[in-house]
Every structure is written in structure tokens, then in C-alpha cells.
């Protein structure tokens, strides 16, 4: 019986679609992770043992990074919160095939920019000026 040989896909081929932002391509995503913090708990009739409970569902923040260009929405964004007026957004990252088909997507809820960093600038060298944005959501989840 021939099996039918299912290859990974690329991690190079992605979109990254945020709520009201128009202007971003980027170059790198981080952070899609999720984790459960144990909680222990020891009953009264088990004196020696310790029952490991699931506690509260943590998720890390998402780092986007891309070459700078003349779009200032990221910044204009991250400036709200610099503000005290903090505008949360949905978003979601999109890994596409090699045809550029969607197949699978992570969106991300409530986010807003924790940190920006500018790009690192030498003289001597020719690489492109990249911008790291940082943000911190509330909960990510495989659609």
C-alpha cells in the first residue's frame, strides 16, 4: 500500500493581519506559544502526596520584526500606549503553502504594543534597518 508523503511547511511564507494596520510586512514572528501553570494541591487524607492541578493559561508575548520603512503605523500605534491611551487590537499570523495558500492561522486577542525597538545603525555595514515590536495579548489560539 504507497503512502502519500506530507511535507512540512516552510516557516518563511507567512502574513501577519492586524486590526486597522494597513502597512507591514515583516521579516521574522515569535511568541506563538502557550502554557499552563501547574498548581499544587495536597489533600488532607494523602499527607505525602501532592496532586498537580492545572492553573491559569499564560501566553507569551508576540515580536514582530521588520526592515523600517516610511509607514508609521506601528509607531503611531505603540504611541498610544505611551500616552495612556492604549488601543488593543485582534490580529492573527498566517502561514501560507508554497503556492501562497492560507493553512494555518493563529490569532491573537486585546493586543497592544509593550516595546519597540529601533534598529541597530553601523556605518560599515549594508544590511537593512530593522524594527522590533513587542506585543502583549491576552490569549492566542490555532483557528
Do not use: C
Not at 515569535?30 to 501566553?59: C, I, M, Q, W
Amino acid at each position: 500500500m504507497p503512502t502519500t508523503r506530507v511535507d512540512p511547511y516552510r516557516g518563511f511564507n507567512f502574513l501577519v493581519e492586524i486590526d486597522g494596520i494597513t502597512q507591514a510586512g515583516f521579516q521574522e514572528v515569535s511568541g506563538l506559544d502557550a502554557s499552563t501553570d501547574p498548581v499544587d494541591y495536597r489533600e488532607g487524607a494523602d499527607p505525602n502526596h501532592v496532586r498537580k492541578l492545572t492553573g491559569l493559561n499564560k501566553f507569551s508575548p508576540i515580536t514582530l520584526k521588520r526592515g523600517i520603512t516610511d509607514s508609521d503605523e506601528l509607531w503611531k500605534w505603540r504611541k498610544t500606549v505611551i500616552d495612556g491611551k492604549t488601543e488593543r487590537k485582534n490580529g492573527s499570523v498566517v502561514l501560507l503553502d508554497q503556492t501562497g495558500a492560507e493553512k494555518l492561522r493563529w490569532n491573537f486577542s486585546n493586543a497592544w504594543p509593550s516595546k519597540w525597538t529601533g534598529p541597530a545603525l553601523n556605518s560599515t555595514g549594508s544590511a537593512v534597518a530593522v524594527e522590533t515590536l513587542e506585543l502583549t495579548h491576552e490569549e492566542v489560539q490555532k483557528a
